[in-house]
């Protein structure tokens, strides 16, 4: 069993930074993908930015460029650095662990809310 929390969101001007964190507690292996998904009003959950086991990362078009993904192995977190935001960027995001045989853990979400 994983438990996943996030922190780090909040409010934000447009052009401003922000960096999300996930602590996982239980066992992480090393085939485990981490990842941030995010789920704006009245929209479906969406895929940010997800890192493999092996190191590997892929980015939602829409963030390239301007979020970076990264893992500590050693503290079984994950990290979302995230600039140049946007007011599009507003919602809630979710950390997640995606274990190599399909089972997926979420964590309870935080808001990120881009505004002037």
């Known amino acids: 069993q994983v438990q996943l929390v996030e922190s780090g969101g909040g409010l934000v001007q447009p052009g401003g930074s922000l960096r999300l964190s996930c602590a996982a507690s239980g066992s992480i292996f090393s085939g485990d993908a981490m990842g941030w998904y995010r789920q704006a009003p009245g929209k479906e959950r969406e895929l940010v930015a997800r890192?493999?086991?092996?190191?590997?990362?892929n980015y939602a078009d829409s963030v390239k460029g301007r979020f970076t993904i990264s893992r500590d192995r050693a503290k079984r977190s994950v990290y979302l650095q995230m600039n140049s935001l946007k007011p599009e960027d507003t919602a809630v995001y979710y950390c997640?662990?995606?274990?190599?045989?399909?089972?997926?853990?979420w964590g309870k979400g935080t808001l990120v809310t881009v505004s002037s």
């Open positions: 997640n662990v995606a274990r190599a045989w399909g089972m997926d853990y």
């Open positions: 890192i493999t086991g092996g190191g590997s990362t």
